[in-house]
């Protein structure tokens, strides 16, 4: 039986940055871009949003150096951090962006994160946190060589905690299906499996296996997925 992820997320978002632009004051604000990745968010939040100063930081040291290496708009700059062990001082930052990042820091190190946050946010300083959901086709090929259910699982709960504690007040949940599209199996595996912040050891039987799995979504136009995603908006206390 194939459940209608639209009942349960009935906003589709194309382009999330509006949705950020609309939750989170980015322009002439001090902005903390966690597990910024490639760097993109980053940089449309210093250019588009207009923020006064922007800072991606990341674990992955091939990533960081990636874009240390690229030229930036002056009001952006990248450092190699951690979210549990953030190297800014007290009331660094106006807001905290975190895409997809939770579930990479170690759960045991979630609580601590939270912590780290709310001491580098200012007063009323607003945390945006977007986590995918683990359900759909495009979770259940993930699944099958990265099974992340239980740390998104745990990412949650983290939050509940860090509201719990009185660090943060949840200013709004939103729930959403965005679109993410591979024009044939070999752009998937790059995307995918080509992470370098997760090593993924995968045997010829298991990629077989993932290629079946995916050509079972191939059309004509290439893989068309669409991923449920949550959103809690924090503000801190």
Known sequence: MTIDLSLQFPLYVQDEFPLVASCVQ???SDILDIGCGNG???RRAAVDGGARRVVGIEVDEIQHRKN????WPAN???RLCGAEALDFPDASFDAVL??????HVPHELMAQ???QMHRVLRPGGRVYISEPVYDGPFNDIGRLYHDEGVVRQKAIEAIAAAVGKGLFVLDRQVNF???IEFKDFEAYRKRMLGVTHTQHRVSDELMAKI????????APNGANFIRPMRVDLLVRA
């Open 113 to 115: 994160a939270f912590e």
């Open 26 to 28: 980015l322009l002439d």
């Open 211 to 218: 290629e079946t799995a995916f050509r079972a979504h191939l």
């Open 98 to 103: 975190m895409f997809k990042s939770l579930h």
């Open 68 to 71: 240390v290496e690229r030229t």
């Open 76 to 78: 952006l700059e990248f």
């Open 177 to 179: 299906l965005s679109p």
């Open 40 to 42: 993109e968010t980053s």
